[in-house]
């Protein structure tokens, strides 16, 4: 059963003469990941933004489960049902490593020593060590920011995870072992796990590939 459907989605800017988005029809599952790859102005980053409820279709639906995204609560669909990973990061400059984890479960409302025992095993499970949870995200490499950040999308409780570029800024040693963690939530924890992505290796170790070109897409 899917988690996320767009069924017949399409999306056109303001003032724009064709759609960016071209009568989209797919399905996400939990246990997989997938990619999405295309070219630069393909559709794909509008297509993720209308998967994360940013922006609504002007056509068609997307569907969370049996529910469509325009009758639900989007602040709170983002908040527990999905969560963003992003290129560049987005940690929190003057929060700790634990604490930038720790943000999502007591802006829900959690006890920040309850947020703090459940932010430092998701730390651990993406390799961050005990000894760098009281660093600023200016001391960790690229690679270790995104682990942070993976440890952050995982504390809100939500099991799909839409990941914008997030190798886009890493070196390849770091992109396989970022990939590496995303694969393995999605097989060994049933994560749904989507990638935006330009990089062809990244996409070779997603379960399924979509490719999108003038806002149309394919299953490959």
Do not use: W
């Amino acid at each position: 059963m899917s988690v996320i459907r767009l069924d017949n989605v399409s999306y056109t800017y303001r003032g724009a003469e064709t759609p960016a988005v071209n009568s989209v029809s797919c399905e996400f599952e939990a246990g997989q990941m997938y990619a999405i790859i295309g070219p630069s102005g393909s559709g794909k980053s509008t297509l993720l933004s209308m998967l994360a409820g940013l922006d609504l279709p002007t056509e068609g639906d997307v569907l969370f489960g049996e529910e469509r995204l325009r009758d639900m609560d989007l602040d709170r669909y983002r908040r527990e049902d999905v969560a963003m990973i992003f290129q560049a990061f987005h940690l929190f400059p003057l929060m700790t490593v634990l604490e930038n984890v720790c943000y999502p479960m007591e802006l829900c409302g959690m006890h920040p020593k309850e947020a703090k025992e459940r932010a430092r095993p998701l730390l651990e499970s993406v390799g961050i060590r005990q000894e760098k949870h009281g660093r600023f995200p200016a001391n960790l490499s690229g690679g270790e920011q995104q682990r942070v950040a993976i440890a952050r999308s995982l504390a809100s409780g939500a099991k799909t995870l839409l990941a914008d570029e997030p190798t886009g800024n890493l070196d390849a040693a770091n992109t396989v072992n970022v990939i590496r963690i995303l694969g393995q939530l999605a097989h060994e924890q049933g994560y749904c796990v989507i990638v935006v992505t330009h990089d062809p290796e990244v996409a070779e170790l997603a379960d399924q590939v979509y490719r999108v070109k003038d806002g149309a897409l394919t299953a490959s």
